[in-house]
């Protein structure tokens, strides 16, 4: 166990991060899998901004890392365009 006072610090704070960063890819997670999941070209247009945003942030936050960020979009990204083509044909 640890032996010093800065070292039972860091265990409590290195916790109270996991935690946190843990909760907030989980969040994320369940947002792409509602994007996922839409089929209208309105509502995939009205939830995409918001989980984008919050890609970016975990990547900036070092809670994923900035390339699965990127995958993540694109694929999201590609996913609301090929929807917006069927629609329109």
Do not use: F, G, W
């Not at 860091?10 to 994320?28: D, F, G, L, P």
């Not at 901004?49 to 936050?61: C, E, T």
């Not at 890392?65 to 990204?77: G, Q, Y």
Request: no cysteine; aromatic share 2%; charged share 35%.
């Amino acid at each position: 166990m640890a032996n010093h006072k800065s070292s039972e610090k860091r265990i409590r704070s290195t916790e109270t991060k996991r935690v946190k960063n843990r909760y907030q890819a989980k969040t994320v997670r369940n947002a792409v899998k509602l994007v996922r999941a839409e089929t209208v070209k309105e509502e995939i247009a009205k939830s995409l901004p918001p989980v984008i945003s919050n890609i970016d942030k975990l990547a900036k936050r070092n809670v994923i890392h900035k390339n699965k960020a990127a995958n993540l979009k694109s694929k999201l990204m590609k996913k609301a365009n090929t929807l917006a083509k069927a629609e329109t044909k």
